[in-house]
């Protein structure tokens, strides 16, 4: 079946450092979804790619969509302590939406 | 007004008994979710429906049963819990398939 993998599992870093978590798919997608999930919290939807090549920012974030279709990429500038999370990419295919693994970011001061 | 509500939050219970988890959405969408999120964050789809119809069944023991009364309500549940069940338990919603979903506040259950 389909599989949506991210790297890395887990990353720490020192806040004002950047941050990447990659997601990569077994199989060409038609949009990707990224969602954040806070400690103890549930995931929220952050944004959705569509296009080849597709690059996306929302402030510090910036997305972007593989131009194959079967990887995205989400960045962050100069984290902060409210960047703290578990970031999840989705993938869509025709029939479903299935989650990456997740990438857990943790920043200290 | 909370946009996709679950009850109970937290669910303790022994090993052996059944129990049921219940979801509702106020938001007006067709498709709505389980999903099992393990100690290690992954986030498992268990359930789909949509419009009251079953699209998404996975590999899930026949122990977990859905149920959609109606569009905005999917309730789970799940006999002769085990061990293993111990987890949080995600509903979710959205316009339709494939679309951007909104999830429930989760409910941790903790079976001993």
């Known amino acids: 079946g389909q599989q949506v993998m991210q790297i890395p599992q887990y990353q720490h870093v020192q806040e004002g450092e950047d941050f990447t978590t990659y997601c990569n798919s077994s199989?060409?997608?038609?949009?990707i979804q990224w969602y954040k999930q806070r400690p103890g919290g549930h995931p929220v939807f952050l944004i959705q790619?569509?296009?080849?090549?597709e690059v996306k920012k929302q402030k510090r974030l910036t997305f972007q969509f593989g131009e194959a279709k079967k990887n995205s990429s989400l960045h962050i500038t100069a984290t902060q302590t409210t960047d703290v999370g578990t970031y999840f990419c989705?993938?869509?295919?025709?029939?479903?939406?299935?989650f990456g693994t997740g990438t857990r970011l943790q920043v200290t001061l | 007004d909370t946009a996709v509500s679950q009850t109970p939050k937290y669910l303790v219970t022994q090993m052996g008994n059944d129990k049921s988890i219940k979801c509702e959405q106020n938001l007006g969408h067709d498709t709505m979710y389980w999903y099992k999120q393990d100690s290690k964050k992954f986030l498992k789809i268990m359930f789909s429906y949509n419009n009251k119809e079953l699209i998404i069944n996975e590999t899930v023991p026949n122990r977990f049963s859905p149920k959609s009364p109606d569009k905005a309500h999917l309730n789970l549940h799940i006999n002769s819990l085990e061990l293993g069940d111990s987890a949080v338990y995600f509903c979710?919603?959205?316009?339709?398939?494939?679309?951007?979903?909104?999830f429930g506040p989760g409910t941790r259950l903790t079976v001993t």
């Open positions: 199989t060409t997608l038609s949009n």
């Open positions: 979710a919603s959205s316009k339709g398939r494939g679309y951007e979903q909104y």
């Open positions: 989705a993938g869509r295919t025709a029939s479903k939406l299935t």
């Open positions: 790619l569509v296009k080849s090549g």
